[in-house]
């Protein structure tokens, strides 16, 4: 079973930076497009950023410019490098491939405020 670890999140000042990463057990990254996802309380999920096999990107317009998504396989890792936080960033942050088929891991938490 696949299991996603989230991590690096924290408490961090508006317009201040966080990397976050994601640890996939087993070799998923080599098959799967992987994506970052995030749920602030109340309200859905949503993917703010996504990453292909082969390296192309694609952004929510709310994080675009702002937010990058990379991958290493051989570290069976993508990471989230977010800068120029914001408050309406604050949320839980997943990982998952583009179709959320794997069980959803804890997340890690990113809290955007002064």
């Known amino acids: 079973q696949v299991q996603l670890v989230e991590s690096g999140g924290g408490l961090v000042q508006p317009g201040g930076s966080l990397r976050l990463s994601c640890v996939a057990s087993?070799?998923?990254?080599?098959?799967?497009?992987m994506g970052w996802y995030r749920q602030a309380p109340g309200k859905q999920r949503e993917l703010v950023a996504r990453i292909s096999i082969g390296g192309s990107t694609n952004y929510a317009d709310s994080v675009k410019g702002r937010f990058t998504i990379s991958r290493d396989n051989a570290k069976n890792t993508v990471y989230l490098q977010m800068n120029g936080l914001k408050p309406e960033d604050t949320a839980d942050y997943y990982c998952n491939d583009w179709n959320g088929s794997y069980k959803w891991g804890r997340g890690t938490q990113v809290t955007v405020s002064s």
């Open positions: 087993g070799s998923i990254l080599s098959i799967n497009g």
